[in-house]
């Protein structure tokens, strides 16, 4: 078996701040996902990446960025943090032509 | 049922109940995926239905799949307090590509000792 392990776990920022969450996954998955989870809603993909070096925009890309320098980790940074975006960010990733996705923890976001 | 923008529903129910949750998802797909996700922790798969699949079976857990209405249902038999937790359907998207997958909303499951 994998693990998926994101740091950190609780991030706390000011308002205008940069941020950075890191993931790493030792799966050996192509795929790697971050995807945004706000209390009481579904989950939003903001950022994916199909392998190293690759970058693709989801649904909720204004305001991060990301980078996948190497196939085991996928970073995402926030580049202004603003105090409606406080929510949980999830990492994920999968096997190329595979279906099933496997999720980290989570970094739970706090924007004062 | 659950999809994009919609609000997280929220069910209370009794230990031993059978429960069934509803999806609708709005573009076609190959495959509805159901995970869970338990307090503190990133969602689990616990089944996958296929298109070509009306029904399946997995210890207490059917999921059913209609095409024809883009819906999807999880069914748990017996609920136990350890089903307790937030519940996502979720596809892949039109274009076939499988590097894309989109959740529904969710449905928070309390099942209550």
């Known amino acids: 078996g994998g693990i998926i392990t994101q740091t950190p776990k609780f991030l706390i920022g000011q308002e205008g701040q940069k941020l950075t969450l890191k993931c790493q996954q030792n799966?050996?998955?192509?795929?790697m996902y971050w995807y945004r989870q706000d209390s009481g809603k579904g989950l939003r993909l903001i950022y994916y990446?199909?392998?190293?070096?690759?970058?693709q925009k989801g649904d909720l890309s204004e305001g991060y960025d990301a980078s996948r320098e190497k196939k085991s980790s996928f970073s995402l940074t926030v580049t202004s943090a603003q105090k409606n975006e406080m929510a949980v960010f999830l990492c994920?990733?999968?096997?190329?032509?595979?279906?099933?996705?496997?999720f980290g923890s989570g970094t739970r976001l706090t924007v004062l | 049922s659950q999809w994009g923008e919609e609000n997280l529903q929220a069910l209370s129910i009794q230990e031993g109940e059978d429960v069934t949750m509803n999806c609708s998802y709005k573009?076609?797909?190959?495959?509805v995926q159901w995970y869970r996700q338990k307090s503190g922790k990133g969602p689990a798969l616990i089944i996958l239905?296929?298109?070509?699949?009306r029904e399946k079976r997995s210890g207490r857990l059917r999921a059913t799949l209609d095409t024809s209405s883009q819906s999807s249902s999880l069914s748990i038999t017996g609920t136990l307090a350890t089903d307790t937790a937030v519940y996502f359907c979720?596809?892949?998207?039109?274009?076939?590509?499988?590097?894309?997958?989109?959740f529904g909303a969710g449905t928070r499951l309390a099942v209550c000792p």
């Open positions: 994920a990733s999968r096997r190329d032509s595979a279906e099933t996705l496997y």
């Open positions: 799966f050996n998955h192509d795929t």
């Open positions: 990446s199909i392998t190293e070096n690759d970058l």
């Open positions: 573009t076609y797909t190959t495959v």
């Open positions: 239905i296929r298109s070509n699949e």
């Open positions: 979720a596809t892949d998207s039109v274009s076939g590509s499988f590097n894309k997958l989109t």
